[in-house]
């Protein structure tokens, strides 16, 4: 198996479409794209995602999106797939977001450094043993000044594929997501929700220049851009309180 990636950066778009859409769309992106070789190399068509979203007890992160500010970021620990396949590591994540930028950082860890009561320790002796590394200062800053906790659990299906001739671009389509409110990664996961059964998440994914026939395809199937969060909408679905009905996927 490849080295996993610790760095991305890259813009991002995505698009929320019915199931049927997505269902069509698909073949007309294997003219030009390939398979993910994580789904080629599986008996499955699919990757399973999964997420535990930090946030401050105010949930300060949520209310910056919702505020729409432009720089903003998250922290998550993420896994693929089950906790019990050895070969998926768990990634604690810094998602920074300047606009249509995203950059991505994460550090691989163990699912017993990743528990509550030791995550904080296991931090400080990383950055004690690598004192040049800005990421973990900034990792272990971002966490203590926000009082960030483990608060909300996203999991969902990825379908994924890449370019024949960029092998950088990318497409997903992410469907089936369900949440639960959790506060750590060995919390029972006797209560997860639906968010958007009906629906697909499309995101797109590149480093330059947008392909002009992926250009063609936006126009032929009418695809509309949206700025969906996952974390946010899943809050909402298991945080009524917080939904101020003013938003809508269509």
Known sequence: MAKPALHFQRFEFKY???KNTANKLIPALLSHMSWDPYIKNSSYDFYQVNSLYFDSPNYGCFWDKESGL??????RLRFYNQLSDSESPIFLEVKRKKDALVIKDRIPLELKDAAN???DSKLSSLAKQNESNDFLK???WF???????PKLFVTYKRQALIGKLDKKFRVTFD??????????LVHPLNKLKEVYPEGVVLELKYNNILPFWFQEIIQKYQLQRLAYSKYCNSLRRVLPQLDDHNYSVI
């Open 143 to 149: 966490k203590k000044s926000n009082s960030l906790r």
């Open 138 to 140: 900034e990792l272990i």
């Open 70 to 75: 432009a720089d903003r970021k998250k922290l």
């Open 117 to 119: 009561g030791v995550l």
């Open 16 to 18: 929320y479409l019915p």
């Open 175 to 184: 469907y089936d997501v369900k949440t639960q409110l959790i506060s750590s």
